[in-house]
T-cell receptor, first 111, second 113 residues
């Protein structure tokens, strides 16, 4: 089992729809969870992070964390073609000081 | 804004050459990281450093070494480049002290012929 798993996609959604990206992790002791966006040929850029169970909203983005089920998700409301990118989930565990990235989900927003 | 810069965006080297990749951050971050990214394999950690002159091996350190003589600068060295080291190399930094968000440089695309 991979430490951080994401569906590679592509996930295709029409413009204006909600895109839902999911990530599961194996280390129950993980504390911090991050979502990065990476455009083709560019480096990852942070979208948001979440530490506590529940939802965290930032503009059109909502991160959801469920530690009991060991998953974290990212919702993108009113998806735009400019949201088309690869989304990387990252998980940090302070006990082992490990920062693990998933392989990413490719999102395509269709105009 | 955090600024992480890398010395080159594109680099072409020959097999057996010694290659230096430089990374500089301007936000007094404690931690610095070197990754390589390959299609289908995601980001893989090569080395990281949590303090000046300190280094820790990541998941794939073979064939690489690093140097951190100053807090703001973290160098990745390929002692003898090989074709399987053709990749995108990404440097990142984080503040540390439980602030673990990583900020990435623009990346260096290295081609070894």
């Amino acid at each position: 089992q991979k430490e951080v798993e994401q569906n590679s996609g592509p996930l295709s959604v029409p413009e204006g729809a909600i895109a839902s990206l999911n990530c599961t992790y194996s280390d129950r002791g993980s504390q911090s969870f991050f979502w990065y966006r990476q455009y083709s040929g560019k480096s990852p850029e942070l979208i948001m992070f979440i530490y506590s169970n529940g939802d965290k909203e930032d503009g059109r983005f909502t991160a959801q964390l469920n530690k009991a089920s060991q998953y974290v998700s990212l919702l993108i409301r009113d998806s735009q073609p400019s949201d088309s990118a690869t989304y990387l989930c990252a998980v940090f565990t302070s006990g082992t000081y490990k920062y693990i990235f998933g392989t990413g989900t490719r999102l395509k927003v269709l105009a | 804004d955090v600024k992480v810069t890398q010395s080159s965006r594109y680099l072409v080297k020959r097999t057996g050459e010694k290659v230096f990749l430089e990374c500089v951050q301007d936000m007094d971050h404690e931690n610095m990281f070197w990754y390589r990214q390959d299609p289908g394999l995601g980001l893989r950690l090569i080395y990281f450093s949590y303090d000046v002159k300190m280094k820790e091996k990541g998941d794939i350190p073979e064939g690489y070494s690093v140097s951190r003589e100053k807090k703001e600068r973290f160098s990745l060295i390929l002692e003898s480049a090989s074709t399987n080291q053709t990749s995108m190399y990404l440097c990142a930094s984080s503040l540390g002290q439980h602030q673990e968000t990583q900020y990435f440089g623009p990346g260096t695309r290295l081609l070894v012929l």
